[in-house]
């Protein structure tokens, strides 16, 4: 049980970056990028061949992130220049990327048998120990670093950018570069989770990033409701949190005997649910409200 | 300070909804001028506000700020030179923003960017000062959340944004329109007190007579994408609301009582 957890826990914190991703992009930006099921399995191919290309495992993971900014800018550069719908320019990408991960890997599974990787401990610790100390001082350093960002002048042109465009353009920000600033960024984190993700499982798939966007926001979501007060600080923890949540909400079902081809039917109607119920609760207010009206 | 010279734009041009909105506008503000704009519906008061501040490029024409062309600047490019207040209060301030917020993002117009925290103390008690003019608290509250605030609130909050760096011009479209009387008179006083005090040079769209007759030290009238009517000097002195409604009338036959125009 406490293995299980322990377990749970790392992939929360793992996946913990993707949702801080996509709460940049689609929170803070207000731009729905779902570049993000590229970007992921971008970061875990360049990191996977890397490494096995000899490279020390910090390097490829520093690269690996770097390659997810360059398409997330991609993305926005799609937006920006030929103003195509945000929704396209991230399935654009993420299609384009399945390619590109495919051309990086040589195939459709690299094994990391045997490799030094990131969490491969240089101190007389336990690995696993070793790995979820490092994936929280990672993830606290990244909601520390989102924080202070988001509170600086450029931080908070790229907040009202998502906010109210009209008025943050009439301030003189170009909004285009602030798009770009923002997606790049976010899937920056994405694919640095990519590359962790491949370190920790020890393999990289061209196939995982399927549902990275689904997965992330349900984990966003349960996040907000459950923490959320409108404090940036403590969004970014609640986000955070939602996705070891949401990855111990799947283990749990998992252990109950739902099959695991379910899980994503089972995420798309957390997300559908989540989505409808601000909706939902509206009407029955109308339709209550209407009731009282009529019977008074 | 501000030339507009013989712009035209027409918008949808060759659809069924192709539309003249500005044909043939030329105007010449001096440093210090508070114009007041009147004229019926759809005459291009507000494509005209927005011609100035770029939102779209000309057909023809040209508009020079302090003798710089910015005929061909973007509009983040002129965002330096220009202050804006819309007619609706959600456009100018980011609801999810905190007034301070809002107020730090406003005091960097037209300026670089840094990565460095946007607010300090020195920065908080500038805010607060300005706020004072205000009348309404906000230096209080400058933590709270801008959509937490009434119409009017936003809306003054806008003018001290649009006016805490100092714009060549302010453009104002029918900024107390969408306001309570009492609320849009509180708005208008401040709007005064602010061009005054910073010796603004000013464009009001009005659809309100008296407004225009008790702001500014000019009026311009449009119709259909043109100014038919300036009133400086003397004659603008001795303008009165009978004045305008014969203007108006002979201009578009139509009786002004009939638009949407108000006689409060
Ligand atoms: N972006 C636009 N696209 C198409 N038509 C526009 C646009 N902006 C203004 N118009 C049209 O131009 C005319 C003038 O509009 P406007 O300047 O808003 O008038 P007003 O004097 O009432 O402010 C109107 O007929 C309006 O429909
Ligand atoms: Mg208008």
């Known amino acids: 049980m406490l293995d299980m957890f322990l377990d749970t826990l790392q992939q929360g914190l793992i996946y913990g970056l993707v949702v801080l991703g996509i709460y940049l992009s689609f929170r803070i930006l207000n731009y729905a990028d779902l570049s993000v099921d590229g970007t992921l399995p971008l970061g875990a191919a360049v990191a996977a061949s890397m490494i096995i290309a000899g490279f020390n495992p910090w390097m490829a993971t520093l690269i690996a992130t770097i390659a997810g900014a360059l398409a997330g800018l991609f993305t926005g550069f799609l937006h920006t220049k030929f103003n195509i719908n945000p929704l396209l320019t991230g399935i654009l990408t993420m299609t384009g990327l399945y390619s590109v991960n495919l051309l990086i890997m040589g195939r459709a599974n690299l094994p990391l048998l045997g490799q030094k990787v990131i969490f491969t401990t240089p101190l007389a610790i336990e690995e696993r120990t070793f790995t979820i100390s490092f994936l929280l001082i990672l993830i606290t350093l990244t909601i520390g670093f989102l924080y202070w960002f988001l509170e600086t002048e450029v931080g908070l042109a790229l907040r009202a950018t998502g906010n109210n465009q009209k008025m943050i353009t009439c301030l003189g920000v170009n909004t285009d570069n602030m798009k770009l600033l923002g997606l790049a960024l976010s899937n920056a984190m994405v694919s640095l989770s990519g590359a962790l993700l491949s370190q920790y499982q020890g393999y990289a798939d061209v196939g995982i990033g399927i549902g990275t966007i689904i997965g992330g926001l349900a984990s966003l979501i349960i996040g907000e409701v459950l923490l959320s007060n409108g404090n940036i600080l403590r969004d970014l923890v609640a986000v955070a949190l939602g996705s070891v949540i949401y990855r111990l909400v799947i283990a749990i079902v998992l252990r109950m005997g739902l099959p695991p081809n379910m899980l994503k039917l089972m995420t798309t109607f957390i997300v559908i649910a989540a989505l409808a119920a601000p909706n939902l609760k509206e009407k029955f207010m109308i339709k209550r409200g209407y009731r009282s009206y009529v019977n008074s | ?264």
């Open chain 2, 1 to 264: 300070m501000l030339i507009v010279n013989d712009i035209k734009k027409t918008f949808n041009r060759g659809s069924i909804n192709e539309k003249t909105a500005l044909n043939g506008v030329t105007l010449h503000l001096k440093k210090g001028d508070f114009v007041t704009i009147i004229g019926s519906n759809g005459a291009g008061k507000s494509t005209l506000m927005n011609a100035i501040s770029g939102e779209f490029f000309l057909d023809q024409g040209s508009i020079i700020i302090d003798n710089q062309d910015v005929t061909f600047a973007s509009q983040h490019e002129r965002a330096k030179m220009i202050g804006r207040v819309f007619q609706d209060p959600m456009v100018g301030t980011a609801a999810n923003l905190t007034i301070e917020q809002n107020l730090v993002l406003a005091l960097k117009r037209g300026e670089k960017r840094f990565l460095k925290r946007a607010i300090s103390h020195e920065i908080r008690d500038l805010f607060r000062e300005k706020l004072k003019i205000l009348g309404l608290g906000l230096e209080d509250n400058l933590t709270q959340k801008v959509g937490l605030l009434s119409g009017g609130q936003r809306q003054a909050l806008t003018l001290i944004m649009a006016s805490l760096i100092k714009p060549k011009i302010l453009l104002l479209d029918e900024h107390t329109a969408n306001l309570d009387p009492k609320t849009a008179e509180k708005v208008l006083e401040v709007t005064r007190k602010i061009i005054k005090e910073g010796e603004l040079t000013a464009l009001m769209v009005t659809h309100d007579l008296k407004q225009a007759l008790t702001y500014g030290n000019r009026i311009i009238m449009m119709h259909e994408g043109k100014i038919v009517a300036d009133l400086k000097g003397e004659e603008r002195r001795k303008t009165t609301v009978t004045t305008l409604l014969n203007l108006f009338e002979r201009n578009s036959g139509r009786e002004l009582l009939n638009d949407r125009m108000l006689l409060v």
